[in-house]
Every structure is written in C-alpha cells, then in structure tokens.
C-alpha cells in the first residue's frame, strides 16, 4: 500500500475501546501516521496485540500509556499531531461511582486533553465523541425530529433513577464542557453524536453496544427496551464519519450520526431471514416493554457535508455475528 505522508499525524484515545480501535484501522488504512493512548498497565498484563497488528501499524502506530484520572499523561501522546480523536471515556453503566466523582473524573480529563491539544500549536481540529444520549431525551424537541440543536434535559433523566441514566447524563454534560471550554481555548471542536453502534470489532471482548444490538439474538429481555424503536449504525460508518468531519474544512458544532432506524419487529424479521438458526422470542415477550426510544433522528446536517453511509442492518448483523463466531462468543 503506497503511504500518503501528507495525512500526517493524528491522535485517538481510547484505541483499545470498540470504536477507538476500529478508527485507528480506518486511519492506519487511510494513510495516517497514528498515536492513541490506553489506560496505564504497569505491569503489562492487557493485550494490545489487535493494535499492534494492524496493518501499517508497524511503522505508522505508536502507543502511549495514558489515564484519564492523570490528564497531564495525554500531552506526550498529542504533541506534534494535527488532529485529536477524543473517544476515551468511562464506561459504568453498574453505576460503581456516584454521579459527582465520574463527572468531576470526566470533565478534569477532557480539560486536561484539550488544554494539551491547545498547548501544542500543532492541533488544528479536536474530533469529540459524544453519544446520541446526549441529545436524544429532549424536553424542547416537542414531536419533531431530535436534531443538533436538542440536548438531553439532565435533571429529567435523574428524576426516572433509570439503568445507565448517569451514563446519559455524564455523556451530556461532558459534551457541553468540551465545547465550552475549546472555546476558552481557542479549539476547533466538531462533536460526533452517534446512536446505537454494532457491527464487527476487533477488541477481544463483545462491546456493550454490539451485545445489546444483539439482544434478541441472546434472549437478553433486559435489552428489548433498547431495540425496540431504536437506530442502529456501523462501526466503521462511525468511524469513517469521525474522519470525514476532521478532514471537511467548514465542518462546525455537533452531527448525529445515524444510519438506519427501526423497530424490533422488523429487526426479528431480519434476523430470521438471514439466520434463521437462531430462534426468535414470541413478540408476547416484549408487548408491555417502553422503550428507550432512540429513532426520529436528523442526520441531514452531517449528509450535508457529503458523508455517506455505506453500511445497513444487514451488514452490521453480518458484521458481528461473524466476529462474535470467530472469537467463541456465540
């Protein structure tokens, strides 16, 4: 593969996450000299070795240890990059934390990322990854589409005490801290604001979003509230849309990101259709579920710009279920 050295270098943390990883492989493959960070091992026990054999990574990978909880480990990772990927973030939807500490732990890392990204005179544009959670439970939005200008009202969410809620909140406020304080710093800082993301991953272990997206396929009832009118993308859309809005030069504020939305009906139709192998739970089972409705979403704002999608459902069930076979998961 011929190396475009006028990509130049970038920075994602988080590379060992589901997305995080994917997007180092579309980089690696674009051409890009890449750096990420993961979580400090000291001790050297964690695997990286799907990073590290990635191809291109040999020569165009390096990797830095790196703590969310210590931001000042960030800035060797991005000195001398021209662009930030900024996907690391928590995930505690056991809510092992008060909401407090986890957003203060949150907010400290993301200050402390940014003020690095500034402090380098060499970054010209931050990539923040937020989640559709952030702006998806709206009290503003009425019946219209949720849109870039709707943001999940965080005393609501708090008022339902609901599974994940103080990951929904944290994910909101964390996202209003980034844009505040780029601004304060003078950073270009264009939010990614994805729903539901599956498909294949090259992590070792099942992610969260891919096994609730397979929730049926698992007989998972806990999760038929998440799939029942809900959207889905693939991960290298995602990632691929992170790319695209570094690299688009008017590219400003928030995007939702989101390829196709349906309702667990069709997706048991779709599921039975292609794999018919996998016994599909009588619709009695999920009558009086309310779900936790993420489908009337505008994605015109990131289309706009020229984006397109290029995976759907059946590609992203494809994706993971073959991933999930060859890794004994399924």
């Known amino acids: 593969m011929v190396v475009d050295n006028k990509k130049g270098r970038v920075c994602v943390t988080g590379g060992t996450g589901f997305l995080g990883s994917w997007t180092i492989k579309r980089l690696l493959e674009d051409g890009y000299y890449v750096n990420t960070t993961t979580r400090i091992d000291p001790e050297r026990k964690r695997d990286i070795s799907f990073l590290t054999n990635l191809p291109g990574a040999s020569e165009r990978l390096q990797i830095f240890n790196a703590d969310l909880d210590k931001p000042e480990t960030f800035a060797v990772a991005i000195e001398g990059c021209t662009g930030v990927f900024h996907m690391a973030h928590p995930l505690d939807f056991a809510e092992k934390e008060e909401e407090d500490v986890k957003i203060k732990r ?3 890392g993301l200050q402390g990322i940014l003020q690095a990204c500034a402090d380098s005179k060499t970054v010209r544009r931050v990539v923040y990854t937020s989640s559709i959670s952030a702006a998806a439970f709206s009290t503003t939005a009425g019946s219209g589409l949720i849109d870039e200008n709707c943001w999940t009202d965080v005393d ?17 406020l964390a996202e209003k801290a ?13 939010s990614v604001i994805p729903t539901w993301t599956t498909g294949p991953f090259i992590c070792p272990h099942m992610p969260d979003s891919v096994y609730v997206s397979m929730a ?23 990632a691929r849309a992170h790319i695209h809005l570094f690299e688009y030069p008017e590219a400003k504020g928030r995007y939702i990101c989101s390829a196709v939305e349906f309702t667990i009906e069709e997706l048991c139709d ?5 794999y018919p192998e996998y016994q599909m739970p009588n619709p009695e089972s999920w009558k009086d579920i309310i779900p936790v409705k993420f489908s009337g979403l505008s994605t015109k704002k990131l289309e706009e710009t020229g984006f397109k999608y290029k995976n759907g459902l059946a590609e992203m069930f494809d994706g993971a279920i073959k991933c999930c076979k060859e890794k004994g998961l399924l």
């Open 106 to 108: 949150v907010t400290t």
């Open 156 to 172: 609501f969410i708090r008022s339902l005490k609901t599974f994940g809620g103080q990951y929904i909140v944290t994910k909101t």
């Open 178 to 190: 980034a844009i505040d304080y780029a601004e304060k710093l003078g950073l270009d800082l264009v």
């Open 216 to 238: 049926l396929i698992f007989g998972d009832k806990a999760h038929y509230q998440h799939v029942k009118d809900t959207s889905l993308i693939h991960v290298d859309d995602v």
């Open 270 to 274: 779709l599921i039975s259709a292609r």
